[in-house]
C-alpha cells in the first residue's frame, strides 16, 4: 500500500511539472493527432498526375487516342511533344517530366499485331515511383488494346479473373501509412519524452534529491512512467477514434486487442526510454540516440517503408527482432485481419522478452548512473 | 578576428572534451549508413497458395507457373478455401489462386468458361494492385499454353501473329536495376545532414542559455550576435566534418560517387547547413529550456523529414501537401542531391532550388534575430 502511495506522489509531481510547461504539453498533446491527420492524409505512395512528354512517330489517331487516354488518367498528365529523339535525355534530366512516350511508326497496326511496342522512358532515380509508374503504363496499355480490340469484335486472349481483395476491398491508401505513423507517436511519446524527462532530474540535480525522500528507485521510476502511460492511453484512444472517423479504419479484431496490443508495444518503447537515459550524458546525446537508434530503424526495418521479404537475408533476422516490426505486423493482423493476439504469439513473446531486458539494464543503469541511493 | 578564432577554440575544445557525444556524433551516421541499405535490396518473394478443384494438366501447368517463377518463394497448396483464407489472415500467404472444376474442360469453350478466382492480401493496396498484375501475366501465359481460343479467334481477323498482352519497352534511366540503395543513401545523407545541422548549434545555444552561461557572456563586452555567428561557423565545421565522413563511408562501401561535381555538391551541403542551422538558432531562441526545445525541434524536423519526398515521391503527395515544398530546405537539399550525386546535373540546372534554400535560411535566421532583439528575456 505504501509502495502505490509513494508512486501516486511522484506521479502527482511529474504531472504538475509537464502541465506547468505549456509550449511542451501543448506539444505532447497535439504532436500525435497533428502526425496522424497530415501524414495519414499526406504520405501516399502511388504517384499521380505525372507529368509526360510525347515523341509521336505515328501520328494516327490511335496514337493520339493513346496520348488521351494516358492523359484522361488520374496517374499521368500530358506536358509535351518532342520533335526529336536527343530531347529525350534533357527533358528527364533537366524538365518537368517523369516519364518520355515514343509511339513507333504502325503503332496503330501493332494493337492488333503487336509487331511494335512503344518505348517508354523513365527517370527510375527513385526507384519505388517508377516502378509504379511502369506498372501503370503497363495497365493503361492493356486496357487500350483491350478496348481496341473489343471495337473490332475480337475476344481477348488474356484469361478473365474474379479478384477479390481481402481485408481492403476498396484498396484505401490510408492503411499503408498508418501503423507507420502510429509506430512514430509511441516512440515519440513513450520513449523520447520520458527519457527526456528523466535525464532532466539528474541534469539538473532534483534525482539526488528525489532519492533522499524515503521513495526507492523502482518507485521513482513507476511514478515517473505513470503521467505517461496516461497521456499514452489518451493518446491510443485519440488514434483509435482518429482512425475510425476520418480513415474509416475499424478494428477488424477485439477493440479490447488493439488496446491491449497498443500497450504492450508503449511499454516496449517505455523501456527503451528508460534504457537510453540510462545511458546518455547530455540532452543531444538523447536526441541523437533516439533519432539514429530508435527512429531511423523502426522506420526502415518495420516494414512501414519496405516489406521484410525484400530486404538482404543477412539483415532479416535483424528486422524480425526490432519492436517496430512486431508492432506493424501485430497491427495489421488485429486492425485490418481481425486476427487475434494469441495469433501473433511469435511477436507477442519477442515484445515482452525485450521490455523485460530493457527494463532490468534500464534500473540497473539507472541505479548506477544517477538514481543512487548512497 | 582574434575573438572569432577564440570562440571557435572555446567551441572545439568544448566538444573534444564529450568523448561520448564526439563518438555518437560520428558514429550515428556511420551506423546508419552502414546497417539501412540493406533493408533496401528489393527481391520481393512472396507467398501464394492454391485451391484447385480441378486437377488437371492444365490447373497443374498454373502451380508449376507459380513454382517457377521468381516472384514466390513459396507456393502452397489448400484443400479447402477457408484454410487458404486462414493461412492470408495468418498472414503467412500473400495470394491464392482458386481454380474451379471443369476449368480444362471448359477452357476451350467460347465464350470461355468459369473465370479462375484470385484473393489478394491487401493490407497494402499498392503492392496487392502489384501482386494482381505478376500473378495475372503469370497465369496468361499458363493459359495460352493450353487454350485454343485466341488462335481461333485470330483466325478471325486473319492475322498470322499471335497476340500477346500489348507491353511496352520499359527503359529506366539513372537507375536501370531499379537499385534503391544509392537513392536512400542519398536521402539518409540528407537525413544525417538535417538532423546534426540543426541539433548541433540549437543544443550548444539552449544548454549554454538554461546554465547561465550565455548570461555571464552577455555581460561581458562580446558583441553577441559575433558569438552566435562563431558558434553557428564551428558547428557548420563539424557537419560538414560528418558530411564527408558519410560521404566516403558511402565511396568505400557501396561504391556510391557523386556523378556531378564534388565541389559543387560541397557547396550545395555548405548552403543547406545555413537554413538547418537557423532552424536551430530559432528553435534556441523561441524556448526557454532543452526539453521545449527538443518537442518544437521534433515537431519541426518530422514534419520537414517527411514531407521532403525522402519517403515518399512528389508526384504521390495530394495537391496540398506537395506546396510545403515552397517552405522546406529539407526538400530542395533532397532534389538537389539527387540531381548531381544521381544524375550527374551541373549547377545551372538547380540554381532555383539552391536559392530558395538559401532564402529559406535568410528568413529563418531574421526571424530568430528579430525576436532576439525585440525580447531580450528570451535570451
Known sequence: MRYIHTIKHIAIKETLSIFRDRLSLVILLILPPVILVIFGYALRFDPEDVNFAVLDRDNTPESMEFIAHLDNSPSFRFDAYLEREEEILPSLTYGKQKVVVVIPEGFSLSLLNRETAPDIFIDATDPMASGSIGYNLQQLLHQQMEDHLKKHGIQSNRPSFNVSFLFNPDLKPEV???????????????????SLSMHREKEKGT?????????????VIAGKVVPFLVIC???????????????????????????????????????????????????LELLLACWFFLFVPNMFFSGFLFPISTMSPLIQPFAELIPGTSFMETYRGVVLRGTSLTDHWAELINILLQTTVACILAIWGLKRNYLRKT | MKILAAILWKEFLQLVRNKELLILLFACPVSILGIVPFALENNTRINAGIVDYDRTPVSRSYAAMMVHSPEFAEVRHFPTIESAERSVKLGQTKVILVIPPDHERKLNRFPPGDPLNL??????????????????????????????????????????HKVEAHQANIHNLFNPEASYQYYYLVSLLVLVQTIIGCCLLNHNIISEKEKGVLAQFNSTSLNRYLYIAGKG?????????????????????????VQGNPEEYLLVTILFSFPMLSLGYL????????????????????????????????????????LTRFFNPVY??????????????????????AVMMTATGLMLSAAAVLIMRKSPERW
Open chain 2, 233 to 257: 561557423l564551428f558547428a557548420m565545421f563539424v557537419y560538414l566534418a560528418i558530411t564527408l565522413v558519410s560521404l566516403t563511408f558511402c565511396r568505400l562501401v557501396y561504391g556510391m560517387t
Open chain 2, 283 to 322: 528553435a534556441a531562441v523561441l524556448t526557454k529550456n532543452q526539453v521545449q526545445t527538443i518537442y518544437l525541434l521534433i515537431l519541426l524536423l518530422l514534419t520537414m523529414i517527411l514531407m521532403s519526398t525522402m519517403f515518399t515521391s512528389l508526384d504521390s503527395m495530394p495537391e496540398w501537401a506537395r
Open chain 1, 233 to 283: 492511453l489518451f493518446h491510443i484512444t485519440t488514434i483509435w477514434l482518429l482512425s475510425g472517423w476520418l480513415f474509416n479504419i475499424h478494428v477488424a479484431g477485439s477493440d479490447a486487442m488493439f488496446f491491449l496490443m497498443c500497450l504492450l508495444f508503449i511499454l516496449n518503447f517505455i523501456a527503451y526510454g528508460l534504457l537510453i537515459s540510462a545511458f546518455i550524458r547530455t540532452e
Open chain 2, 119 to 160: 484473393a489478394i492480401e491487401a493490407t497494402h493496396p499498392k503492392k496487392a494492385q502489384h501482386l494482381l498484375a505478376t500473378t495475372a501475366s503469370l497465369l496468361t501465359e499458363a493459359h495460352r499454353a493450353g487454350s485454343q481460343h485466341e488462335v481461333e479467334a485470330y483466325q478471325k481477323v486473319g492475322s498470322p
Open chain 2, 332 to 353: 530542395y537539399m533532397l532534389d538537389i542531391s539527387r540531381l548531381i550525386i544521381l544524375k550527374g546535373v551541373q549547377m545551372k540546372h538547380f540554381i532555383t532550388q
Open chain 1, 176 to 194: 499503408i501509412p498508418i501503423p507507420g505513423l502510429i509506430m512514430i507517436v509511441f516512440i515519440l511519446i513513450s520513449a523520447l519524452m520520458l
Open chain 1, 207 to 219: 534525482s539526488r534529491m528525489l532519492m533522499l525522500t524515503p521513495a526507492g528507485i523502482s518507485e
